[in-house]
Nanobody, 129 residues
Framework: QVQLVESGGGLVQAGGSLRLSCAASGVTFSVNSYCMGWFRQAPGKEREFVAAISENGFSSDTADSVKGRFTISRDNAKNTVYLQMNSLKPEDTAVYYC????????????????????WGQGTQVTVSS
């Protein structure tokens, strides 16, 4: 069983930055193989893809809406994934969820929610104008 705990959310003014962290337990990244992702859900909207990174960290992808502003990274030695968010906009306001998918050595970067197995509880990010 994988547990994911997000942290780093909060209230920030437009143009500001935040770094989200996702700590995984119940799994050892250096031994097992997990693609990791971030999704977000704003009130009244569907959950949407934000960013994902392959199990070895060599490949990643971000949604067009955040490209050039958000960066995903991971530290397998710490079992942690990060989402650096710069130049935040009010439309980035949402609950951000960390998620993992066992990929068994495949260098996958998954962009659909159905492709993931475990989810964290989410962390609120609010960007004021």
């Amino acid at each position: 069983q994988v547990q994911l705990v997000e942290s780093g959310g909060g209230l920030v003014q437009a143009g500001g930055s935040l770094r989200l962290s996702c700590a995984a337990s119940g799994v050892t990244f250096s031994v097992n193989s997990y693609c990791m992702g971030w999704f977000r859900q704003a009130p009244g909207k569907e959950r949407e893809f934000v960013a994902a990174i392959s199990e070895n960290g060599f490949s990643s992808d971000t949604a067009d809406s955040v490209k050039g502003r958000f960066t995903i990274s991971r530290d397998n030695a710490k079992n942690t994934v990060y989402l650096q968010m710069n130049s935040l906009k009010p439309e980035d306001t949402a609950v951000y969820y960390c998620t993992s998918a066992r990929v068994y050595g495949r260098h996958e970067v998954r962009k659909t929610a159905l492709g993931y197995d475990y989810w964290g509880q989410g962390t609120q990010v609010t960007v004021s104008s």
